[in-house]
């Protein structure tokens, strides 16, 4: 009767582990399929903001360097405004826009304008900061 119940426990423990290693398996195959997927309006963003907007801009979004963070700023703004800033700000300042006005007054330096900068383009670039301001923001 004992022998019996000891293989009947071996049987069980056995058959249990299969089914966690099979988990297991398929779990870390989820978590690769997840990390290899590729956001390409995040790289195109990247890479514009690598190229015109890192030398002056937090590249962790957070910081002020040069010139204010950009974390967040989607929140703050619309997307009009944005734009038209990033292509021109000095042109928004000399029309009276009163929140370049107020950026200005602040005394930092003055933002290139860029106005090859389509809204393909600024899409990408305003998507990309707030992606990675989300990753970085917890862990500062
Ligand atoms: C030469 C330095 C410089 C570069 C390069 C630059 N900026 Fe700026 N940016 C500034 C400064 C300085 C300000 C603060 C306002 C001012 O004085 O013009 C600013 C302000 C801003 C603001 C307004 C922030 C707010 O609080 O409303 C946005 C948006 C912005 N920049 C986006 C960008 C983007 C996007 C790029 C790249 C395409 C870029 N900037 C490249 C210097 C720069």
Redesign the pocket.
């Known amino acids: 009767m004992k022998k019996h119940y000891i293989s009947i426990s071996i049987i069980a423990i056995i058959f249990f582990s299969f089914i966690l290693y099979k988990n297991f398996i398929s779990n870390n195959e989820f978590k690769e399929k997840k990390t290899i997927q590729v956001d390409g309006k995040y790289n195109i963003g990247k890479r514009?903001?690598e190229k015109?907007?890192s030398?002056?801009?937090d590249k962790k979004m957070i910081e002020y360097a040069?010139?204010?963070p950009?974390g967040g700023?989607t929140k703050?703004?619309n997307k009009e405004w944005?734009y038209s800033?990033?292509r021109n700000?000095y042109q928004m300042y000399k029309d009276g826009d009163s929140?370049a006005i107020k950026?200005?007054s602040e005394n930092?330096?003055?933002?290139?304008s860029?106005p090859m900068?389509n809204n393909n383009k600024l899409d990408a670039?305003y998507y990309y900061i707030e992606k990675e301001y989300e990753k970085n923001k917890n862990t500062e």
């Open positions: 514009i903001y015109y907007c030398s002056c801009h040069t010139a204010p950009l700023i703050r703004r944005l800033y990033t700000s929140i950026l200005r930092f330096g003055l933002m290139t860029f900068l670039v």
